[in-house]
C-alpha cells in the first residue's frame, strides 16, 4: 500500500510538484525525485526481503515444547543432592590362570598313561676351587633296549637347545663326548649327591630332572624332546644354565632305571664363587692362541694381578682370594690374546681348595699362582710357577727362577733347598763360634795388657792369625751361601716352596680341574 501511494505521488509530483510538495517556499520536481523515488526504492526493497523464495523447500519445524515441559526436563536434568545413579560400566571378565602343563605320555595296551614326576635337582653354590677324575662311580644298569632311543633323544634335546639359543643370537653349544661322560654317569648314579662332590661336575653348571612312571615300565614318546626343551624353560634356573652366554659346550645324559628316566645337561660354565659371593666370569678371546715360555713370563711379569691385596672371606663382599686372582689374570691373559686355563685344587680335610691359572707351554702344561700378599711389597712379586700332582704336596717356586715345569724339577728344587738350609745352619753356628772366640780372645788381650809376659804375648799373636783366616773362610762361605738363596729365589730369607698356603695344614692334592 506504502510503495502504491509512494508510487502515484511520484507520477503526479513529476507532473506538478506544488500537488505532493506541501512544505518549503516552492516545490520542485527535484524534490519529488528525492522524496517519493527514494521512499519507493525503501518499500520495494523490504517487500522483496520478506516474500517467499520458490527455490528453496520449507522445513518443518519442531514443535516446541510448552512450558510446563520445558520445566519437566530441566527438573529431570537436575541431578538430586541425595542419590547418585552410577554409569554402568561393563565388567571384564577375569582371565582365567593358566594351568601347569603336565606332560602326555601315550598309552599302551590300553593302560592308563602314567603323569610323569619332574623333580628338578638345585645345583648347589660352589665356594670352593678343586676337582679331578670322580672316584665314586656307582653304574646302575639301564634297561638296554631303550639305550639307542635314550642317545638319540640326547642327539635331539641339544639340537633343540642350539635352536633356542640361535632364536636369542646366542652361539651354538658344541657336544662334548668328556661332558657327555659326566652327564650320563650323574644320571646313571640316580643324581646322587656323593657323585657330584667327587667328580668335577660340582664346578659346572648343570640341570638335573627325572620322569617317573608309577604304573608301569618307562618308555620314550616322539616328542619328548620338545616336552623336556620346555621343561626346562620354565624354570628358570635351569632356563639361565641352557641360554647361558658364556657358554661353548654341553653334555647330555640320558639313563633308564627301573621305573624312572633321568636326565642331565652339563655346561662348560663354571660355578665357582669368589670372594665377593659372585660367580667367576671368565673372558673367552676366541682368537687367544698358546705362547713360548718367554712371551709368558714377560706377560706375566708386566700383570698387575699379584699386586692386588687379598683379603679374606670374613670381610664379607669386599673379599678378595685366590680364585678373585685366578679370574682376573685370566681375563688379562686372554685380552693379551694369550690363551688361559682356569684351575681347581682340592685338599684333604678342608672344603675349601685353591685356584691358580695353567698355560699351554711348547705342549707342556705350565701352572701360574699370582695369589698376591695381604701386605703386597712393590718390590716383591708374587708370580710363582706352580707344581701339582696328584697325591702330593701343592708347590711353588718363583717365577723368574724356575727353569722347568714339571713336578720332577720342583722336588729336585727342593733337595737343592734343603741342602741350603743346613749349609745356612752350618755357617751361623760357625760364626756363633767364631764370635765367641774372638771375644775370648779380646778378653785375654786386655788381661794381657794388664801384666804381659813374652809367653801370652807369642799365644796371642797365634790365635790372632788363626782367628783371621777363620773371619777369610766365614766370609767366602756366607758370599757363597748368598748367591746360592738369590739362584734359589729365596732371598733374605727362607721360602718353603711346598706351605706357601696359609690355613692349609695338609697341602696334598687330592683333586685336579682345569677350565680350558
Known sequence: MLLLLSLLGLVAGLVRPSWVIRWGNKGTRRQVLLTYGLSSIVFLTLIGTTSNNPAIKPVAQETEPTPSTVIEQKQAEKPSDFEITPTATATPEPTPTPLPILIPMPMVCSSPTPVPTLTPTPVPVITTT???????????????????????LENSISELVNEKRGELGLSSLTRSPHLDELARGYSASKHLDDFRKTSELRYLLHNSWSQKFPSGSPWFNADDDEEMINFCLEHPD???????????????GIAVID?????????????VIGGDGKRIRLYENPRAVDVDWNTLKSFLMKDATDRQIYIDRSHGESSFVCADYAEMLHNNAEQAGIRTAYVSIKFPNSDSGHALNAFSVDGETVFIDCTGSTTPDPEISHDNVAYI?????????????????????????????????????????SMNNYNNNVQQYNENVHDYNAHPTEEEYESLIAERVRLNEWDWQLGDWDKQLRQEAKSLGMGSGYYDPVHSLEDVADSTVIRIYIHW
Open 259 to 271: 621305573d624312572t628316566i633321568y636326565y642331565t645337561q652339563v655346561f662348560d660354565v663354571l660355578r
Open 389 to 429: 700332582e696328584m697325591g702330593k704336596s701343592y708347590g711353588t717356586i718363583d717365577l723368574t727362577i724356575a727353569e722347568g715345569f714339571t713336578y720332577d724339577y720342583l722336588e729336585q728344587y727342593i733337595v737343592s733347598v734343603n741342602k741350603y738350609k743346613k749349609e745356612r745352619e752350618a755357617c751361623d753356628e
Open 130 to 152: 678343586p676337582t679331578a677324575t670322580p672316584t665314586f662311580a656307582p653304574t646302575p644298569t639301564p634297561i638296554l633296549l631303550l639305550v639307542e632311543e635314550a642317545r638319540e
Open 238 to 252: 635351569f632356563k639361565d644354565a641352557m641360554l647361558h652366554p658364556d657358554g661353548r659346550a654341553m653334555g647330555m
